[in-house]
């Protein structure tokens, strides 16, 4: 007669202790570390290290460790950080009496560099390290190893099966042995039973993902020491060679050498070319927005013509240049009080204030200019440009970003433009310290809006500034992100590690047959999972019912197969036999990380 039991839950299996009878076969279906009961290290060095160690290690630290991790990010993502804009990070000390400096003692404006910060990243990256070499060596060994034999009494397990057949028990073990083998089960023979496992992959994808936290952990900490990133303004026509002085602002990794690790390249901006939502809902929304370069690899590298488009970086030798911003530089000739000229249809470039490019900045003429007078003076003028003026009467504010009505607006100045004085200013900025307005008829500071070849004429035969015409510029930014690659690879191995690990479990089977006191073979199957799933009880019963085919019931049993047996949870029918042997359900082992 064929008999199915179900296991109880794990709580009654703690009450009775009945695991013990387990053995082997219940112990260790996984690498997590087992769970010790706390104590107190003995005395000296040693003992206290080895109980550092342990703590560690352990599950609860790195916990909290990822969990502090988490929260000191928070700071650096609300606070300004001196390593993104140094700018918002003085107008924040300015502006908070109380706050900037207390930010300055606790790291919080330098978040990721910062003292704390670096020590729970790396006790974190320790921890995983501690976490993972004991658990590796454990793997390859019962890789190595081969399931453990079946345990006393197999109506222990959470699911189990058994009826009595007319085969020989050798029989039905070749048959089992066969057919676990076939589902790809490590199986072999052990005494009157077959013992096999599967689901290796879990613990294997387990590994997997604590080694990819590691390597990401690296990559982030190798591309944060290593890589660079700039920013160049190129007016069409200009070039840039990637050195550290052609850059307007540059900003790299602490172990970054700019003489040494900058890639060598240069390139020419030919022309840029953008096209712009003309009606509609998104009028004025860039359609094309791309630059044509000529570059060159090297310092004698030949050159090369290729286009940048947003999100379609140039990659030279490891560099990638984006193109990031766009803008329109007017091009002016100036002449001085004696018709000289100063500044001959040269580009300044200006910087957009709005999505339709609405631009401000300074044109300064720093050499060559005499007054009126005679003597030497630098002039300086406020730009205000609009690629697409409303008309008069009109607000100063662009109605497209396409050039289709430019007009630049002037004021000038004269004097000192302080750029002699060995300190570093801003270009598209005046500093006014030093320097006087001209004044119109009223008295005013002088000012005049221009069109495309119309010519400003400055107060007392000062001089005159012509508007030539207007060229656009482009905006670059140069990176290089080290190790990005390794990150990648990191976070599709931690994916894939974490989904096998969620995925699959891990169970053994035992089949048992030996003689009855009756001379007939009585069959028991079993099976065990790392945690409670009615995966376990479906896949025996599978087992149970072909098995049963290769070794029927005995002549005069009930001609029935092997009950499937029932998911651990499952509740007992009433009309259960009452002579059904007690189980219990082996409770997990340790968790892991």
């Not at 590691?214 to 160049?232: H, P, R, S």
Request: proline residues 6%; aromatic residues 10%.
């Amino acid at each position: 007669m064929s008999k199915t039991t179900t296991g109880k839950t794990p709580t009654d299996t703690l009450a009775t202790g009945e695991d013990q009878d387990l053995g082997a076969a219940g112990s260790q279906l996984s690498t997590a570390p087992k769970e010790e009961a706390p104590s107190l290290p003995s005395l000296g060095v040693v003992g206290w290290a080895r109980w550092f160690w342990r703590q560690l290690t352990s599950m609860r630290v790195a916990l909290l460790l990822l969990l502090l991790l988490s929260l000191g990010a928070i700071p650096g993502s609300l606070i300004p950080q001196s390593g993104v804009d140094e700018v918002k990070v003085e107008e924040f000390r300015e502006n908070h009496d109380l706050l900037g400096p207390l930010y300055d003692k606790l790291g919080l404006f330098h978040v990721y560099s910062s003292v704390w910060f670096s020590a729970i990243y790396i006790l974190l990256f320790v921890s995983l390290i501690g976490c993972i070499v004991p658990r590796t060596w454990q793997f390859v060994g019962q890789l190595r190893g081969r399931p453990p034999g079946a345990p006393r009494r197999l109506t222990r397990l959470p699911a189990y099966t058994t009826w009595r057949t007319g085969a020989e028990p050798e029989q039905v073990r070749e048959a089992a042995l066969a057919l676990l083998k076939k589902r790809r089960f490590r199986a072999h023979t052990v005494g009157d039973a077959v013992a096999a496992e599967k689901g290796y992959v879990r613990e294997a994808g387990n590994l997997l993902f604590h080694i990819a936290l590691i390597v990401m952990l690296i990559a982030f900490a190798w591309g944060q020491l290593f890589k660079y990133e700039g920013n160049k303004l190129i007016v069409e026509g200009d070039g840039f060679s990637n050195t550290l002085t052609q850059y307007d602002d540059f900003k790299s990794g602490n172990l970054f050498d700019p003489d040494h690790d900058l890639a060598p390249f240069s390139f020419t901006l030919k022309d840029f070319h953008g096209t712009y939502e003309p009606t509609g809902p998104n009028r004025g929304t860039p359609r094309i927005y791309e630059a044509t370069v000529d570059y060159a690899e090297g310092a004698y590298g030949k050159d090369k013509a290729t286009t940048i488009k947003v999100n379609e970086p140039l990659e030279i030798d490891g560099s990638k240049v984006y193109l990031v911003s766009h803008g329109y530089a007017p091009v002016l000739t100036v002449r001085d009080a004696r018709g000289k000229v100063v500044m001959d249809k040269e580009a300044t470039a200006l910087l957009p204030l709005d999505s339709n490019v609405t631009s401000s900045g300074a044109v300064m003429v720093r050499d060559g200019y005499r007054n009126a007078e005679g003597e030497r003076e630098q002039l300086g003028f406020n730009a205000f440009f609009l690629p697409t003026y409303g008309g008069e009467g009109s607000t100063m504010l662009s109605t497209f970003p396409a050039l289709v009505n430019p007009m630049l607006a002037l004021s000038a100045y004269h004097g000192d433009l302080g750029v002699d004085a060995g300190f570093s200013k801003s270009i598209y900025q005046l500093d006014k310290t030093n320097l006087e307005e001209f004044k119109d008829s009223d008295g005013e500071l002088f000012k005049k809006q221009l069109k495309v070849g119309e010519t400003m004429t400055l107060p007392n035969g000062a001089g005159t500034v012509t508007f030539e015409g207007v060229q656009e510029w482009a905006g670059f930014q140069v990176t290089q992100q080290p190790a990005s690659g390794w990150a990648l690879a990191g976070a599709v191995a931690a994916i894939l590690g974490l989904a096998g690990s969620l995925f699959i479990q891990r169970r053994r089977v035992w089949v048992r047959a030996v003689k009855g006191a009756d001379g007939v073979t009585v069959v028991e199957m079993a099976g065990l999972g790392r945690s409670e799933s009615a995966k376990v009880p479906e896949e025996l019963g599978d087992l149970a019912g072909i098995l049963y085919e290769r070794a029927p019931d005995a002549p005069g049993d009930a001609p029935d197969a092997p009950d499937v047996p029932d998911a651990p949870d499952a509740p007992k029918n009433d009309d259960e036999t009452p002579d059904s042997p007690d189980t219990h359900v082996v409770p997990a082992e340790g968790a892991e990380k």
